[in-house]
C-alpha cells in the first residue's frame, strides 16, 4: 500500500511539472497584418518611425520607443521582468557625488541664453560646496518641471529669472540636469 501511495504522489508531481511547463512557454502566432503609408503626426510634425507601423484587426500597431520619444517620453525595457516603462518626461540619473558631481540649490539671478549659462544665488546649508554663481549649461541638459505628483521637461528658453532650482552640475563643472518645483 505504501508503494502505491508514493508512486500516486510522484505521479500527482510529475504531471504538475509538465503543467506547469505547459503554461510558462511562450505562444507565436502567425497574423495576417496589412503593411500600408501609415503617417505619424505628434503635435503637428511627421514623425519618423525606425519600423513601419502596420495594420491589424483595424487598429494600428506602431513601435513604443518612436511613439513615445516623439512625444519627448521616455521608455526602458526590461527584459527579466518582461516589462515595457514608459514616461511622458525625460529623467536624469540623479547627482553621482562619487564622480564629483554636486546638488546646489538657488535662485536665478540672470540667464544668458546665446551663450547657455545661468547665474544663481546659491542657497547654503552646512553640507554645500560653495560653486561659481555663473554656470555654464550642457547643451543636452534635461530640465524637468515638478508639480504634486506630475513631471513635465522645459526648454531652457523656459527658464525665467527669480525661479527657485535644484542643479546637478557634473565634475567639468556644467549643469547636466535642472529641477523646478512650483
Same mark, same amino acid.
Given at each position: 500500500?505504501?508503494?502505491?501511495?508514493?508512486?500516486?504522489?510522484?505521479?500527482?508531481?510529475?504531471?504538475?511539472?509538465?503543467?506547469?511547463?505547459?503554461?510558462?512557454? *511562450?505562444?507565436?502566432?502567425? =497574423?495576417?497584418? @496589412?503593411? $500600408? +503609408?501609415?503617417?505619424i503626426e505628434v503635435n503637428g510634425n511627421k514623425l #519618423?518611425?525606425?519600423?513601419?507601423?502596420?495594420?491589424?484587426?483595424?487598429?494600428?500597431?506602431?513601435?513604443?520607443?518612436?511613439?513615445?520619444?516623439?512625444?519627448?517620453?521616455?521608455?526602458?525595457?526590461?527584459?527579466?521582468?518582461?516589462?515595457?516603462?514608459?514616461?511622458?518626461?525625460?529623467?536624469?540619473?540623479?547627482?553621482?557625488?562619487? *564622480?564629483?558631481?554636486?546638488? =546646489?540649490?538657488? @535662485?536665478? $539671478? +540672470?540667464?544668458?541664453?546665446?551663450?547657455?549659462?545661468?547665474?544663481? #544665488?546659491?542657497?547654503?546649508?552646512?553640507?554645500?560646496?560653495?560653486?561659481?554663481?555663473?554656470?555654464?549649461?550642457?547643451?543636452?541638459?534635461?530640465?524637468?518641471?515638478?508639480?504634486?505628483?506630475?513631471?513635465?521637461?522645459?526648454?531652457?528658453?523656459?527658464l525665467k529669472i527669480g525661479e527657485d532650482v535644484g542643479?546637478?552640475?557634473?565634475? *567639468?563643472?556644467?549643469?547636466?540636469?535642472?529641477? @523646478?518645483?512650483?
Amino acid at each position: 500500500m505504501k508503494n502505491k501511495n508514493k508512486i500516486l504522489i510522484f505521479a500527482i508531481i510529475f504531471l504538475l511539472m509538465l503543467s506547469g511547463a505547459s503554461f510558462a512557454q *511562450e505562444i507565436t502566432k502567425n =497574423i495576417e497584418v @496589412l503593411f $500600408t +503609408n501609415v503617417i505619424i503626426e505628434v503635435n503637428g510634425n511627421k514623425l #519618423e518611425v525606425e519600423d513601419k507601423p502596420f495594420v491589424y484587426k483595424n487598429r494600428i500597431y506602431a513601435p513604443v520607443r518612436d511613439i513615445v520619444e516623439g512625444i519627448n517620453g521616455e521608455v526602458n525595457w526590461n527584459e527579466e521582468e518582461n516589462k515595457v516603462k514608459i514616461s511622458n518626461y525625460k529623467d536624469f540619473p540623479e547627482c553621482d557625488y562619487l *564622480e564629483g558631481e554636486q546638488f =546646489i540649490y538657488g @535662485l536665478i $539671478t +540672470n540667464i544668458n541664453y546665446d551663450k547657455e549659462t545661468i547665474e544663481i #544665488e546659491q542657497h547654503l546649508d552646512d553640507n554645500s560646496p560653495t560653486i561659481n554663481p555663473v554656470l555654464e549649461i550642457e547643451r543636452d541638459v534635461v530640465i524637468i518641471l515638478q508639480r504634486n505628483d506630475k513631471k513635465m521637461n522645459l526648454e531652457v528658453e523656459d527658464l525665467k529669472i527669480g525661479e527657485d532650482v535644484g542643479l546637478v552640475i557634473n565634475n *567639468e563643472n556644467r549643469v547636466r540636469g535642472i529641477i @523646478l518645483s512650483k
